[in-house]
C-alpha cells in the first residue's frame, strides 16, 4: 500500500512539474521581441535629409491648399509610379513621402469635404527634378 502511495505522490510532483514547465518554461518563440511588419505603406513621415542621403531615399512633399493658400489638412493623396504610397496631409496641408527617386504622379484618395478641384486636372505631376509639389483646391460649390 505505502508502494502505491509513494507512486502517486511521484506521479502528482511529475505532473506538476510539467504543468509549471508548459507554463513558464524557456519559450524562445514568447521571450523574443516581436519582429515588425516590413514598411509598406507609404512612408508619410519625414525624415531627415540626413538619414534621407544615407538611405538612398528622397523626399518628396504634396502641399494641399485653399485657393487663399491656406494648408489643407485630412487631405488623402498618394504619389505612384508601378505602386503607390498614400499619405494624409497634415495641419500645415503637407504630405510626405520617403521614398526611390523617380517620376512619381500625384493623385487624390479621397477629396477632403468641402473642397472640389480648381483645374481640369485630376493627375499632377513634380516638375522636372523638384521633390516638391503644392496642389491648389477650391470651395466646393
Not at 60 to 76: F, K, P, R, W
Not at 116 to 121: F, K, L, Q, R
Request: proline share 4%.
Amino acid at each position: 500500500m505505502k508502494t502505491i502511495k509513494n507512486i502517486a505522490a511521484l506521479l502528482l510532483v511529475l505532473c506538476m512539474a510539467l504543468s509549471l514547465c508548459a507554463c513558464g518554461g524557456n519559450n524562445a518563440e514568447a521571450t523574443e521581441a516581436p519582429t515588425e511588419a516590413p514598411a509598406t505603406e507609404a512612408p508619410t513621415e519625414a525624415v531627415p535629409e540626413t538619414e534621407a542621403a544615407d538611405s538612398g531615399l528622397t523626399n518628396y512633399s504634396v502641399t494641399v491648399v485653399d485657393e487663399e493658400g491656406n494648408g489643407i489638412a485630412g487631405a488623402m493623396v498618394q504619389i505612384c509610379l508601378d505602386t503607390c504610397f498614400p499619405g494624409m496631409t497634415n495641419e500645415s496641408g503637407v504630405a510626405e513621402f520617403n521614398v526611390q527617386e523617380a517620376d512619381y504622379k500625384v493623385s487624390f484618395l479621397a477629396m477632403p469635404a468641402g473642397f472640389t478641384y480648381s483645374t481640369e486636372e485630376r493627375e499632377f505631376y513634380f516638375e522636372d527634378g523638384s521633390t516638391e509639389l503644392t496642389i491648389t483646391l477650391k470651395a466646393a460649390e
